[in-house]
């Protein structure tokens, strides 16, 4: 087994201090995706987008991905089975100028279209490149708190003619609404925050709005 892959040292032996395993329960909301209804228009290949969906340990996987076809960007529509909070996303690509540079986020519009994208988001994001998958972009919750679907536009990259995604990471909380009863899955460690201050990197400056 490798590493945590980080350059903080573990002081304390304690559990609860190691990152992976929580970290991995805290991006959990790929499994509430309705991946069978997940759209990713300007694919170059039909159902690749759905394959940047998956577990937090397969994140630097490279055999699965989703490129571009006819220009940069990239339009996923996913619904989930329930609602969802979201509270933060990662997109990992190649390190080169193929990596999106920059998305936008909109929530319950089905069926979004490259000619919806020129309404106001939701939340926009500039991005880092991001090889590792370890920056999270922090969304604004007021906004993202009753998420039936979500629609990401890449709407650009660093340069190159078409663009690569690895994985994209949602955390976040999922609750679904039964007839007697409200299941609520929190898919947050449980955690003191000053105990992971360092874990995640949060690059603040990035917002666009």
């Excluded at 089905?110 to 920056?135: K, V, Y």
């Excluded at 604004?140 to 663009?163: D, M, P």
Aim: net charge negative; aromatic share 8%; hydrophobic share 30%.
């Amino acid at each position: 087994m490798s590493g945590h892959g980080h350059g903080h040292g573990h002081s304390c032996g304690s559990e609860g201090e190691h990152e992976p395993a929580e970290r991995g329960l805290e991006f959990g909301l790929y499994s509430r995706i309705d991946l069978d209804k997940v759209q990713c228009l300007n694919e170059s290949r039909d159902g690749d987008g759905k394959l940047v969906f998956k577990p937090w340990d397969q994140r630097n996987q490279r055999d699965k991905y989703v490129e571009s076809d006819t220009d940069e960007e990239l339009l996923f529509n996913i619904p989930f089975t329930g609602s969802v909070k979201l509270k933060g996303i990662i997109i990992s690509g190649e390190n080169d100028d193929s990596h999106p540079a920059e998305i936008r986020l909109y929530k319950n519009i089905s069926q979004m279209s490259f000619d919806d994208t020129g309404r106001e988001p939701e939340q926009a994001f500039r991005l880092n490149r991001d090889p590792l998958a370890e920056l999270e972009y922090p969304t604004k919750i007021a906004r993202f708190s009753n998420v039936q679907h979500l629609s990401i536009h890449i709407s650009k990259n660093f340069g190159e003619e078409n663009t690569r995604v690895y994985y994209i990471g949602l955390r976040g909380e999922y609750s679904q609404a039964h007839r007697h009863e409200v299941t609520i899955c929190n898919y947050e460690a449980a955690a003191n925050p000053a105990d992971h201050k360092v874990d995640s990197i949060i690059p603040q400056t990035n917002f666009i709005s």
